[in-house]
């Protein structure tokens, strides 16, 4: 196995680590953020940034793997969704954010699929998933030590940090959510020759 599919399988331990973080309740905070949210925090940024590594790695060694090309974005998702449900746990976020996007990663990863088996072509992001991606992944890196459900600023007299903090990753949840609805329709537009066949 090389190097790229170990950063890969390593994401995917990463995330019973982040489920058990999340469970413990540590009696300590800093800047008034309980510990178990930091520590979530960062075992989720070390398992996004081994998803950037391992593409740059595969693609400049030239190490692409079919078990690569699988694995990786299951990896992806897995991560995303996980931290997600953590998030709905908590109370963070509503459980309606994650349906869509899970919902979207449904439709879009049967789409790709039958792209595939039909003529072999490989189905880039749009300019709406590449934005669903970037907001998707910073709004859960500032969600997960906002002690705040998001939207907190419009019901409650938030201040310094907690307003900017809260602010942050309220604007951008919503933006990844708006992204995700138009990525996907997108999608379903461009492979209307692909489904017309169905």
């Keep these: 196995m090389n190097l790229p599919n ?19 309740d540590f009696p300590v905070e800093l800047w008034n953020i309980p510990l178990g949210y930091i520590l979530a925090d960062i075992i989720f940024i070390i398992a ?3 998803d950037k ?8 060694n030239n190490q692409v793997t079919t078990f690569g090309k699988f694995l990786d974005p299951i990896a992806d998702k897995i991560l995303v969704v996980s931290a997600l449900i953590i ?4 109370g963070t976020i509503p459980a309606w954010i ?17 792209a595939s088996q039909q ?11 590449k934005l669903k991606t970037v ?17 907190s600023i419009f019901t409650k007299s938030l201040t310094g940090f907690s ?23 997108e999608y379903l537009k461009d492979g209307k020759d692909i489904l017309k066949d169905m």
């Design 6 to 24: 170990k950063l890969t399988v390593m994401r995917i331990l990463l995330v019973p680590i982040l489920v058990i973080i999340s469970m413990i």
């Design 48 to 50: 996004a940034i081994t």
């Design 53 to 60: 590594i391992d593409g740059y790695l595969a693609r400049k």
């Design 87 to 90: 998030l709905v746990e908590r």
């Design 98 to 114: 994650p349906i869509i996007i899970v919902f979207r990663e449904f439709l879009v990863s049967g789409y790709r699929l039958i």
């Design 119 to 129: 003529n072999g072509k490989v189905i880039a992001a749009n300019k709406w998933g």
């Design 135 to 151: 907001t998707q992944m910073i709004a859960i890196i500032l969600t997960l030590i906002d002690v705040n459900q998001i939207g």
């Design 163 to 185: 307003f900017v903090l809260n602010l942050l990753d309220t604007l951008l949840m919503f933006i990844c959510v708006i992204a995700t609805i138009f990525s996907g329709y």
